[in-house]
């Protein structure tokens, strides 16, 4: 099975961008959707954003305007570029399918401070 790998995360200050990848160990051309997903300490996983095969975005309403996802079908990777970060964005961050039917990776923690 395909496994994930991401990476990109880091400490920044509030307002800051990050730029996360998720390297896939095989080709994700035939997963129609790929998704981030974060989870904060004490706080269940969810879904950040939403990449069709073909391009198509979609974004939960707290990143909307500030995250931009995209995908590179012929390189197996899947980014996420963060701006205007916030403290309640720190979490270790994700990517998977959607629905959710790979193995998860180790994540890449995103932590932003005041």
């Known amino acids: 099975q395909v496994q994930l790998v991401e990476s990109g995360g880091g400490l920044v200050q509030a307002g800051g961008s990050l730029r996360l990848s998720c390297a896939a160990s095989?080709?994700?051309?035939?997963?129609?959707?790929m998704g981030w997903y974060r989870q904060a300490p004490g706080k269940q996983r969810e879904l950040v954003a939403r990449?069709?095969?073909?391009?198509?975005?979609m974004y939960e309403d707290f990143v909307k305007g500030r995250f931009t996802i995209s995908r590179d079908n012929a390189k197996n990777t899947v980014y996420l570029q963060m701006n205007s970060l916030k403290p309640e964005d720190t979490a270790v961050y994700y990517c998977?399918?959607?629905?959710?039917?790979?193995?998860w990776g180790q994540g890449t923690q995103g932590t932003v401070s005041l």
């Open positions: 990449c069709t095969r073909d391009g198509s975005t």
């Open positions: 095989g080709s994700i051309v035939s997963i129609l959707v």
């Open positions: 998977n399918s959607l629905p959710t039917v790979l193995n």
